[in-house]
């Protein structure tokens, strides 16, 4: 069982009614979804995983109070209101997962309907940009990847933590998280620009040179390693 402590002050705090799972429980107001499984005594196995809103283990699908619209969140970052209704979702979703070696792609743009032909189907419904919890037009994404822009796919899901929320919505049967992975690695592979020096600081990290500043850093407690980081924080 994964457990995180909730504050103590939370058991003064004021109590609020929220459904998990299908049954009634009272929490403290002020903590997050997933918080409010941990304090339920929930057995959060799968389901949890950075707490910062990073990893996307934590997909979430609730409904506020009188309202009868289903929505998605990471339930790391969002809190628990009065009679919200919360369900996790799993964390992987039964989607058809290409494989391919960037190596014996010859055509990119053609290649991408060989791999996931799928996305030719899509239906333009939005109904995967209105469950992504980032807030990425996942729609208008999939579409330029269909037209070979592959350089803005990569920038517009950026932000995108592979929770797959935007896959069991899709009427079409597409992952578009995973055509947007596809995308990033044939822009770098294909037509990305190689960073500038970045064969000196290979050869630099090959050679040794930092092994033992490495070493160093290695050897400090969370303390020192956390002043250390904060010398080159902008």
């Not at 705090?13 to 304090?39: D, F, N, R």
């Not at 995967?128 to 796919?153: H, L, M, N, S, Y």
């Not at 044939?186 to 070493?215: C, M, N, T």
Request: proline share 5%; net charge negative.
């Amino acid at each position: 069982m994964l457990a995180v402590n909730v504050n103590l002050e939370t058991e003064s705090a004021k109590k609020i009614t929220v459904e998990i799972m299908g049954k009634a429980h009272q929490v403290p107001e002020g903590i997050t979804m997933i918080q409010a499984l941990w304090y339920t005594g929930h057995e959060v196995i799968r389901g949890a995983g950075c707490l910062g809103g990073f990893c996307g283990a934590c997909a979430t699908v609730y409904r506020t109070k009188d309202d009868p619209k289903v929505k998605t969140c990471l339930g790391c970052q969002t809190m628990v209101e009065d009679g919200m209704f919360i369900s996790s979702v799993p964390t992987t979703f039964p989607f058809r997962k290409a494989k391919y070696d960037l190596a014996e792609i010859k055509d990119p743009k053609q290649d991408l309907f060989k791999y996931y032909p799928e996305v030719a189907l899509c239906r333009n419904c939005d109904a995967c940009t209105k469950a992504c919890p980032q807030g990425i037009d996942v729609r208008d994404g999939v579409w330029r990847a269909v037209f070979g822009d592959f350089e803005k796919v990569s920038e517009m899901f950026q932000n995108c933590v592979m929770c797959g929320l935007c896959v069991p919505v899709c009427i079409a049967d597409i992952a578009p998280n995973l055509v947007a992975v596809y995308a990033s690695r044939v822009q770098g592979a294909f037509y990305g620009k190689e960073p500038e020096k970045l064969q000196h600081r290979l050869d630099e990290i090959e050679s040794g040179k930092y092994v033992q500043d490495w070493d160093r850093l290695l050897q400090m407690n969370p303390e020192d390693l956390k002043a250390f980081c904060l010398q080159y924080k902008s």
